[in-house]
């Protein structure tokens, strides 16, 4: 039995512009986690999830192409990760076999509304990793990334990966995302191999550690409303056209406040740190109201105001629309109030933490 787990996710800053290739966004790994058990079967391999009910998803194989017995699925991107990793496994001659799959998650909540922590990408990473075990592949950081990355590319995601990126790394990153048309015509190659797709460098991607100021407190709010990250990005994509002015100086001024925020990081600089966290938020605002795309609901405007009172700064998390807000506190700060006051307004404080690797 190989059993292993990959973490939840949340967004510092960067949020939108990340999606564009050499555009930053500060991004954090936090200790809730999905956990992928895998074990060896002979004729027909099965996937097992209890946030989709305790009934297995049965598959076999077709010249060597795995081929699900039921059409409709909820499995994509755990499909997508055993296709990816196993035609690289082909290309090392490693001989294929069957298995069962059990995913168990702990980043939704208990009657499965998701909390916007990065489901897909962590099922995504965990699988990927479960399989290199299996077939005794040499794995770093890179690799599953890249295998990860790959895996979503194949179901249309929208999304800059950097919830991958999170995923694999673990801790706090600065990230910028792949040229995807690059890997989009190495793909169309007539001798495209995945091993050396790989094994070249990425444009534009940067995946960088960063080491926070120890008296940096991280507090996440939960509006109790689930968002699709990626129905507003499509939406943001749909409508920026309207005014490409506007959308071009959103993407200079994100990528000025993120590596001013990174600066921060590097400088111990908690006070710079949230200056940009409140820039950021600014930005999103302004870019919303350009787009006519709601990011910052009312309840998600409530659990930052209130946490800016108690000398917290405070934004949206990710593409907005509901989930998680984060508050960034020197941690000499009291925080119960914080606590007290969001429960008044129907906010919930989720007690993570930062996950690191090591």
Known sequence: MIEVSAPGKLYIAGEYAVVEPGHPAIIVAVDQFITVS????????SITSFQYGNLPILWRRHNDQLVLDKRENPFHYILAAITVTEKYAKELNKE??????????????SNGRKYGLGSSAAVTVATIK???????????????????????????SNGSCGDVAASVYGGW?????FDRDWVASQQKKEQYSIKELI????PLLSIKPLTPPRDLRLVIGWTGSPASTSDLVDEVTNQRNRD???????????????NQMIEGFQHNDIQMIQQQIRKNRELLIK???????????????????VAEQYHGAAKSSGA?????????????????????AWEKEGITNLPLHVYTNK
Not at 96 to 109: C, Q, R, V, Y
Not at 199 to 202: Q, S, V
């Open 96 to 109: 294929l076999a069957f298995f069962s799959i059990t995913i168990d998650s702990e980043l939704d909540s």
């Open 199 to 202: 094994d070249n460098d990425w």
């Open 244 to 258: 490409k002015n506007a959308y071009d100086n959103f993407l200079k001024d994100s990528k000025q406040c993120v």
């Open 287 to 305: 870019m919303s109201q350009d787009t006519g795309v709601i990011i910052e609901t009312p309840a998600l405007t409530q659990l930052c105001n």
């Open 38 to 45: 895998l074990e060896q079967t002979k004729h027909v391999g």
């Open 320 to 340: 907005g629309g509901g989930d998680c807000g984060i508050v960034l506190f020197n941690r000499r700060e009291g925080l119960l109030p914080l606590m007290t």
């Open 173 to 177: 990153i600065a990230f910028t995302t």
């Open 130 to 156: 479960a399989l290199c075990q299996f077939y005794n592949l040499d794995s770093n950081d890179e690799l599953v990334f890249k295998l990860a990355a790959l895996a979503h590319l194949s179901v249309k």
